[in-house]
T-cell receptor, first 112, second 111 residues
Framework: ETAVFQTPNYHVTQVGNEVSFNCKQT?????MYWYKQDSKKLLKIMFS???????VNETVPRRFSPQSSDKAHLNLRIKSVEPEDSAVYLC???????????FGAGTRLSVL | GEKVEQHESTLSVREGDSAVINCTYT??????FPWYKQEAGKSLHFVID?????DRKQSQRLIVLLDKKAKRFSLHITATQPEDSAIYFC??????????FGSGTKLTVEP
């Protein structure tokens, strides 16, 4: 049963373009995350938000910016995409910290 | 360096045998160690976790062991079935309540 919804599923774009990904969770959780999964399946935390407040911002290039309107939504904007941004971006949510993360289906970005 | 290291990148077992995946971590303050499964073409979902106040936890065919002294934890899948085939990720929770994942182990259960 899907409770973390990501749009779009896929996005193909060219170098230098701007893209935005959306994430919404219906679980009533207070914490949301963005992870990047590369072609080798490596998972890297990008951002963590708790109740709309940025908690963690790992070493992520400035062209990435998260946006949270309320605790159920966490979007991701990439200002000027580069080839190395090609990956699957996974949104997740949890209630508090040390609890189960629920992942969305992911958005696959291809930068040509 | 990486916060959590996952030792087996691939693992192949015969159906019915046990599979063991090992991870080590560096932060002595880590207290939460979950495991996630990713089936082909799908996203991750939670399978089992262990907290630092215990050294063993079992859920049906899954057993997690934690050795705090060695900073090591492991996932044991007993009586493996073909549907257990997937990529398994260990993780640890460090500061700021964020999960850091291992590099994943691709488990293949052969009939």
């Amino acid at each position: 049963e899907t409770a973390v919804f990501q749009t779009p599923n896929y996005h193909v774009t060219q170098v230098g373009n701007e893209v935005s990904f959306n994430c919404k969770q219906t679980l009533g959780h207070d914490t949301m995350y963005w992870y990047k999964q590369d072609s080798k399946k490596l998972l890297k935390i990008m951002f963590s938000y708790n109740n709309k407040q940025l908690i963690v911002n790992e070493t992520v290039p400035r062209r990435f910016s998260p946006q949270s309107s309320d605790k159920a939504h966490l979007n991701l904007r990439i200002k000027s995409v580069e080839p190395e941004d090609s990956a699957v971006y996974l949104c997740a949510s949890s209630q508090g910290g040390a609890n189960t993360l629920y992942f969305g289906a992911g958005t696959r970005l291809s930068v040509l | 360096g990486e916060k959590v290291e996952q030792h087996e990148s691939t693992l192949s077992v015969r159906e019915g045998d046990s599979a063991v995946i090992n991870c080590t971590y560096t932060d002595t303050a880590s207290s939460y160690f979950p495991w996630y499964k990713q089936e082909a073409g799908k996203s991750l979902h939670f399978v089992i976790d262990i907290r630092s106040n215990v050294d063993r936890k079992q859920s049906q065919r899954l057993i997690v062991l934690l050795d705090k002294k060695a900073k090591r934890f492991s996932l044991h899948i007993t009586a493996t079935q073909p549907e257990d085939s997937a990529i398994y990720f260990c993780a640890e929770m460090s500061n700021y309540n964020v999960l850091y994942f291992g590099s994943g182990t691709k488990l293949t259960v052969e009939p």
